[in-house]
């Protein structure tokens, strides 16, 4: 199966399915190489993953995070490489190909050794800087969707951020969006679940910040804001 004509979907769910599909044919061809095929075969194909990298095009770019998965999945062990790859393929503006850049950050991280751990840090730098953005640069849809993406993967590297998302919170239950507000809240849900398993002992630090923040969002009687606090309890 080539990926660099493979057809991308429009929802998460289809992208995650061809990914799959994309994989079980990938992982095959990759194990019938010989040592010095495979070597040369990887290497013209992260030439191609940085071609499409810089691609204009919403499907290459999902060619090119499709592709990153797929190595690091099968074992390619310069993680410098493919994460530096990925850097340059968010943030993303289409809610679907937000979560699928998420879900795909969430594999390269999960369960992170110390070059994962120092991503999840830089990623989680990134994410806050676009909820702290404005205008044009702002992206709080990319930042809350890949935060939750760290909780499930990487939690015992995010919670050491409590106060710095503590303050983006703040920020994120703020937006007009009641797409980011929910997502927003199904983050919170899980960076609690993280305290639980990881900081048990700062928990009550952020159940007072859980507290804080719904009696002030209730106190606007506005209907946004109302809606919000109820996601989030």
Known sequence: M??????IPNTC???????????????IEMTRMSNSALQNYVKQYISKLKVLSRSPSSSDIVRAAIGIVSLHKYGYNNFTQLSNLFDLLIPQVD?????????????LI?????????????LVGRAIGWIRAHGRRARPLAAVNLLHAISLNAGNVLVLYLSNL?????????????QVIRDTAECLRCFMLAMMRYASAEIQS????FYHLCDKL????NPIKEYAALLIL
């Open 218 to 221: 209730l106190s606007f009687t």
């Open 2 to 7: 080539n990926l660099f004509t493979l057809p």
């Open 13 to 27: 769910n289809e992208i995650i399915e061809t990914f799959d599909n994309y994989y079980n044919i990938f992982y």
């Open 206 to 209: 952020y159940l007072n910040f």
């Open 110 to 122: 999960h369960h992170p050794n110390e070059a994962q751990s120092r991503y999840v840090s830089h």
């Open 166 to 178: 503590i303050g983006a919170g703040w920020e994120l239950v703020s937006h007009p969006s009641q």
């Open 95 to 107: 809610l679907e190909y937000v979560r699928f850049t998420s879900w795909c950050a969430g594999i």
